[in-house]
């Protein structure tokens, strides 16, 4: 089903109890020693703020995670885009890098960071004393903070930990973190990588909703089943109130029977909203990103009508009522 970005999109959930994807064998083995952990959360009898994020101080504030496991989609793109489109309707905004590549600090932090620097993989790690907030630095935009990976292995390292690691509830560990800053923001999204590993599954936790980025291409849909079972897992098991808030078609060409097609196939599968129109292949966008400038500032016509779209997408997906 396609929805208009004024609409309220409709998400109905993929079907339960399925198998864990192999990547996530760990966590079935470890299911057993977390579930204390996990029902406290959901139930409220944990003292950690989860329910603070949308309850407390901060009433309308909404973690978003970004995520597709096929790289080069532009899960990226979308985010640093929502976070500009954020900033200029005056929602201050956190964008957590949690792609080892680290492409989204590159484009939204005030300054470049150097492999010495602490970022979110020391927040994670449980051989580090940093936390979320001592980690975090300013964006490009006034009302933007970033939570950086800097060009370093610490991120890889920590995944690995993840994985390793006998501690219960290492599934929390984004979401403790983001629950203990979640009160400064009106919106945090969080950068996913293009996998389904620990660190997907720790972005997964800790959001309210999560977006789909993918394109109109054959081998892009093929991989969404996967990812789509992840998400039943994570809220069969971890974090139930995760909604699915709707698909971004990227870098769409309209022009071509092929993406065409794709479109039209996206469209069959049960339950997933198509948040309409698609986002264009535009060389602006990339050209934008890499200036770390929004389209908003970019100039021209072409630019302004992008940001509008990323912002209408955003207001849908923030502000549509999911069910």
Known sequence: MRTSPAGAPTVRRPPAGLDLPTVLDAVTARREATTLVSANRTNGTNTTNRTNRTNGTNSMSMTLAISNQKGGVGKTTTAVNFARAAVTEGRRTLLIDLDPQGNATMSAAKDTPTPEDVGVADALSERSTETLESVIVPGVWDGLDVAPTPP???????????????????????????ASVADRYDLVLIDCPPSLDHLTLNGLV?????????????????????????IAIVRKYYNPQLAVAGVIVNQYEAQTIG????????????????????????????????????????GGKDAAELADLYRQHLDTITKGAIK
Do not use: C, F, M
């Open 206 to 230: 800790a959001a309210e909703r999560v977006a789909i980025v993918t394109q109109a291409k054959v081998y892009s849909i093929a991989g969404l089943g996967r990812l789509l079972q992840t």
């Open 152 to 178: 370093n292995e610490a991120l890889t390292s920590v995944r690995n930990e993840l994985l390793t690691t006998q501690t219960p509830g290492v599934e929390h560990r984004l979401s403790e973190a983001v």
């Open 259 to 298: 993406a065409r097609s794709a479109l039209e196939d996206l469209e069959k599968i049960e339950g997933l909203t198509i948040l309409d129109p698609p986002i264009p292949k535009r060389a602006v966008i990339a050209d934008a990103l890499e200036a770390a400038t929004g389209l908003d500032q970019w």
